[in-house]
């Protein structure tokens, strides 16, 4: 009966699983890093700071894919910066106020509705606090019933109320980011609605006021119905919209002629005060059939009257300055006259190249109008309602007062019709401003509001300038994006009629309503809030911050009163680098900013605004941009779709690292796809690189101390060279962010790993002398491309590494593998020499390996490699090389049997780059421990490296 040698041999053994069982190991983690304290010690090492500055997320709502991407692509870089040895600050944020959570308390949503189904599942804490939540909304609309909105008292509800919310949510996401693998400190977060924070951001308002940046206007402003309330630029998306396209006519008062207007906004009209035209274009005089003469842009002539159906003759022609002055008949009421105007803006691409022009409804028609002098007037209330002031104009009114701005643009065609200047009605379809909140159409309507200048001390070029010579922007074409933003966007409108928010604390003065801004009272305010009173404005005095003897500035009156406008959402949020970063001495400016590319008209803009106006200095050193999460049809997720992904889906079925791992290997920088058969490939590589730390762990059992490197056998040095350039390649590639870059190289080197390197190695590792210099030396190797791959991999699968490193040699050096530190490796490694030989033996291998899959699968001679001989006729520039390496080849090439001869002879034959090469049946007999033929043994009879290995030697044939 043969003998049985398993017991002598060197067989892997590792307690860590093949199975990962992400959902249920992945918590446990997770908790460790949490209950030992991991980020803070982290973030308190003696050590050069890195700052990434955390956009903050709304807190209204579960967290989606895009926030999982987001969290996921920070916490790849503050998980390598700590790697590097950097002392970290990665503080999150959230933005709590604003709009769409006062909605929400004031009306019922989804979002509401989601606590209300969710409460039972959440902790006894968090439950409670929802449960006061509910009551306190259904006492804060029972208020706003009975008193309306402007209650002070009200106000104060809503504040309460919208705050509980605010709390609720971000304890959820919390646990939701959490959940993604976060490494932060969760205990120091920062809340935009913290009154530390909202103090600061006062006295940052109370800063920009004396310094002269800040000023109140009457003008023209996006408004939403919805919110009854201005919106910022970085508020406002463009989406196709369907709108009237009215043609009409208006009577020149001077010539016996008519001017032909378009429009797509009748309800406008009720505000005209002039019509537009270019000075630098021509215009036609256009006699009609019926002898009325019609004047329209002559570049646009055979397009208008192809449009309207016209025949007729030209009469005349005149250019476009001849028509300043002029008197026309106004739209709708033949008591009112609008005089003709000069604007650059005319065009001729549409319309008739004459523009109606109301000053209260339009940027362009503002500014136009403010150098005719013309009256900025705006008819329509907060939900988009005529006033009475759009019937009092006229002693012809239409009686729209209390309609809306639709019913109302209906009786102005009716009046049009009526008079006899109607043309045509048609419908257009056009990209058009909306609320990206409400996703409704915005009006443009004049109202007074507080701005922030953006050309006051050269705000605007000094940004302009940072931008282009003091941030680096990846990808770089993203500077463009920014460059345009703030070179086109208007003043910033910080004021917002609502409650929930910061409040401005203006004066008004009720003898001769002059408003005005105090920097001691808002200062004053600033310390009631920071004690805690984030209401104060609401609930103290007005006399308690007024400097004494403080009368109004422009007639002296001591009857003041206050206003209760808030501040933009996005100057809490853009104002976080100083409250934040400055205001907690975490340090300015941050080093990186990470956020979607939506946001160079959002954080990024208007942290850069506040940043130069404050700092002189933009508030971060390099910016990042993602792209959004599309489904694998390359289409935005949405309900109305029913291919909404939720984060919880994917770490729930597969694990957090699977979904880090897919976030890896995206390309970010632009939108990217997921979706279940995306997620099965990930899974597919997971298990790789999963297996790939359990074969190198199960063959480091016994390690005990790696070998000099001057002692390593040729092959295994190879391997560490390689490692080398792969760890230095992985880490230029952290540092540029280039993740999906760096999944493809490690993914790559993994694979080639399994494929070449582990597989030479299997010999070597199970039969040679345990102690032994041939095993040690291949242990040494692993025992390093271990430590690389977990260090490398651990800001992407942190988990997996976590429980590599608890199964690790190396476990000792560090509690955890996200306090390692991940050095560079030995010059030594690095061998090009060596790396040239082995790349000349791979690509030999390629040539021949062809020939031995022939063998095993077409004609069965040989059952694997081992039972294979290679016999190589080289040609001469390789026969040096070969000789060298001769005692290796049999383990490069993974055979029993190399030989170097000048008459080679097998069953397959290869004439390649490399000589004439056959492949055949090893000759010999198979030693039954090693299972490798060898010429001169006998049947049964164990081979001289398996006899050695035993006595605990190393024989190298």
């Not at 699968?797 to 955890?816: G, K, L, Y």
Request: with cysteine; aromatic share 12%; net charge negative.
């Amino acid at each position: 009966m043969a003998k049985d040698y398993k017991d002598t041999l060197n067989m892997p053994r590792t307690d860590f699983p093949m199975r990962g069982r992400l959902p249920q190991r992945e918590p446990l983690f997770q908790r460790k890093w949490e209950e030992r304290g991991i980020f803070k010690r982290i973030k308190e090492r003696k050590a050069p700071l890195f700052i990434l500055h955390d956009g903050p997320p709304y807190s209204n709502g579960h967290i989606h894919l895009g926030h999982a991407l987001n969290k996921t692509l920070k916490d790849f870089v503050v998980r390598y910066k700590a790697l590097r040895g950097f002392r970290v600050s990665f503080v999150l944020g959230w933005d709590n106020h604003g709009m769409p959570i006062e909605k929400a308390v004031l009306e019922d949503d989804e979002r509401l509705n989601d606590l209300r189904r969710i409460k039972k599942d959440l902790p006894k804490e968090l439950k409670k606090k929802i449960e006061d939540l509910l009551y306190m909304v259904k006492r804060t609309r029972k208020l706003v019933a009975e008193r309306g909105l402007k209650d002070l008292e009200v106000k104060r509800w809503i504040r309460e109320t919208s705050r509980r919310y605010a709390e609720v949510w971000v304890e959820i996401q919390k646990a939701e980011f959490k959940r993604l693998g976060v490494l932060t400190d969760w205990e120091d977060i920062y809340l935009t609605m913290d009154p530390q924070i909202e103090a600061r951001e006062t006295e940052v308002l109370a800063r920009f006021t004396e310094e002269g940046y800040i000023y109140r206007g009457y003008m023209p402003l996006p408004w939403s119905r919805e919110s009854q309330s201005a919106l910022a630029m970085a508020e406002i998306e463009y989406r196709e919209k369907e709108s009237p396209s009215l043609w009409f006519l208006a009577k020149s008062l001077d010539n016996d002629y008519y001017i032909l207007v378009w429009t797509t906004t009748p309800w406008t009209l009720f505000g005209n005060r002039a019509f537009a035209f270019s000075p630098h274009m021509e215009y036609v005089l256009f006699r009609l059939p019926d002898g009325k003469v019609v004047v329209f842009s002559a570049d646009a002539a055979e397009r208008i009257t192809e449009s309207l159906g016209w025949e007729g003759e030209e009469v005349g022609r005149k250019r476009g300055s001849e028509f300043e002055n002029e008197q026309f008949s106004h739209p709708l009421f033949p008591d009112r006259a609008s005089p003709g105007i000069l604007a650059d803006f005319v065009a001729a691409d549409e319309g008739s190249g004459i523009v109606h022009i109301a000053p209260g409804h339009g940027k362009e028609d503002y500014e136009v109008g403010r150098l005719y002098g013309l009256e900025v007037f705006s008819p329509v209330d907060e939900v988009g309602n005529f006033t009475k002031e759009a019937d009092e104009q006229t002693s012809h009114p239409l009686n729209v007062a209390g309609l809306s701005i639709e019913e109302g643009g209906e009786r102005a065609i009716e009046r049009l019709k009526e008079r006899g200047t109607f043309v045509k009605l048609g419908k257009i379809r056009h990209s058009y401003p909306h609320d990206w909140r409400y996703k409704k159409p915005l009006i443009f309507r004049a109202t007074s509001q507080w701005f922030l200048s953006l050309d006051h001390k050269d705000l605007r070029r000094r940004a302009l300038r940072a931008i282009k010579e003091d941030v680096r922007w990846h990808p770089p074409e993203s500077i463009n994006r920014i460059y345009a933003s703030v070179k086109e966007r208007p003043d910033w409108v910080l004021s917002r009629q609502r409650a929930w928010g910061v409040f401005i604390p203006s004066l008004v003065c009720r003898s001769c309503g002059w408003e005005g801004l105090v920097p001691e009272v808002m200062r004053s305010l600033a310390e009631d809030i920071r004690s805690g009173n984030s209401d104060a404005w609401l609930t103290e005095p007005l006399q308690k911050y007024l400097p004494e003897g403080f009368t109004c500035p422009e007639c002296g009156s001591s009857d003041l009163d206050k206003r209760y406008d808030i501040l933009d959402v996005w100057f809490d949020s853009g104002s976080t680098c100083i409250t934040v970063l400055k205001g907690r001495n975490i340090g300015y400016p941050a080093d990186v900013y990470l956020e979607g590319w939506d946001q160079h008209r959002g954080w990024f803009n208007a942290s850069l605004m506040v940043g130069m106006a404050h700092e002189d200095r933009p508030p971060y050193r390099e910016v990042i941009t993602h792209g959004f999460v599309l489904d694998e049809q390359g289409r935005a997720m949405s309900k109305s779709l029913g291919n909404v992904i939720p984060p919880s889906y994917v770490i729930d079925k597969y694990g957090a690292d699977v979904l880090r791992l897919w976030v890896a290997s995206v390309e970010y920088t632009q939108d990217v796809r997921i979706g279940d058969e995306i997620l099965k490939r990930v899974v597919d590589a997971y298990r790789k690189i999963r297996n790939t730390f359990r074969y190198l762990l199960s063959n480091l059992y016994d390690f005990t101390a790696p070998l000099p490197h001057s002692d390593m056998l040729p092959m295994d040095r190879w391997a560490l060279s390689r490692l080398y350039d792969v760890s230095r390649e992985a880490k230029d590639l952290y540092d540029r962010y280039e993740f999906n870059r760096l999944y493809r190289l490690l993914y790559n080197y993994v694979v080639e790993l399994s494929a070449f390197y582990f597989e030479a190695l299997k010999d070597r590792l199970y039969t040679w002398a345990p102690a032994g210099r041939g095993r040690r030396s291949a242990q040494t190797a692993l025992y390093h491309i271990l430590r690389e791959l977990t260090l490398a991999f651990s800001p992407i699968i942190p988990h997996t590494t976590e429980e590599v490193w608890e199964h690790s040699p190396f476990r000792d050096e560090a509690e955890s593998v996200a306090l390692a530190i991940w050095e560079d490796l030995p010059e030594e490694f690095k061998d090009p020499a060596l790396e040239a030989d082995f790349s000349a033996f791979w690509r030999m291998r390629e040539e021949v390996y062809p020939a031995l899959e022939v063998l095993r699968r077409d004609r069965r001679i040989i059952g694997q490699n081992l039972d294979a001989r290679i016999e190589l006729r080289p040609k001469e520039e390789y026969r040096e090389l070969l000789g060298r390496y001769s005692a290796y080849l049999p383990e490069i090439f993974g055979v029993s049997q190399f030989v170097i001869t000048d008459e080679p002879k097998g069953d397959e034959m290869v004439d390649g780059e490399f000589g004439l090469w056959t492949v055949g049946h090893a000759k010999g007999n198979k030693c039954p421990r090693c299972w490798m033929w060898w010429e001169e043994l006998e049947e049964g009879e164990i081979c001289p490296k398996c006899k050695a290995a035993l006595a605990g030697e190393d024989l190298l044939r």
